[in-house]
Nanobody, 114 residues
Framework: IQLVESGGASVQPGGSLRLSCAAS????????MSWYRQAPGKERELVAS????????NYVDSVKGRFTIFRDNAKNLVCLQMNSLKPEDTAVYYC????????WGQGTQVIVSS
């Protein structure tokens, strides 16, 4: 079982990033996929989730209208497009897969700073 995140970087406020999570070792299309984040000194929070088929998604209020989660079940890939980034988006972002089990990636760092 592997979830490998990529795409984290340091960007200026207002910038954009796309995070990717490549999955292997399980039936990707059965799983709800999510992105969580954890900022220094804070608890991990759910940022966005997408259904197993990709036809529905949910977002935390603070990222609505700025972030978009999408998936490609043929490629076992889930992405998080992040636009209009703010300093408060700075965190380690984790990919999560949930169905019968709960799987986590190792995280990718996003820093939003001028």
């Amino acid at each position: 079982i592997q979830l490998v995140e990529s795409g984290g970087a340091s960007v200026q406020p207002g910038g954009s990033l796309r995070l990717s999570c490549a999955a292997s070792g399980f039936t990707f299309s059965d799983y709800v996929m999510s992105w969580y984040r954890q900022a220094p000194g804070k608890e991990r929070e759910l940022v966005a989730s997408i259904s197993s088929t990709g036809d529905s998604a949910n977002y935390v209020d603070s990222v609505k209208g700025r972030f978009t989660i999408f998936r490609d079940n043929a490629k076992n890939l889930v992405c998080l497009q992040m636009n209009s980034l703010k300093p408060e988006d700075t965190a380690v972002y984790y990919c999560n897969a949930y169905f019968r089990e709960n799987y986590w990636g190792q995280g990718t760092q996003v820093i939003v700073s001028s």
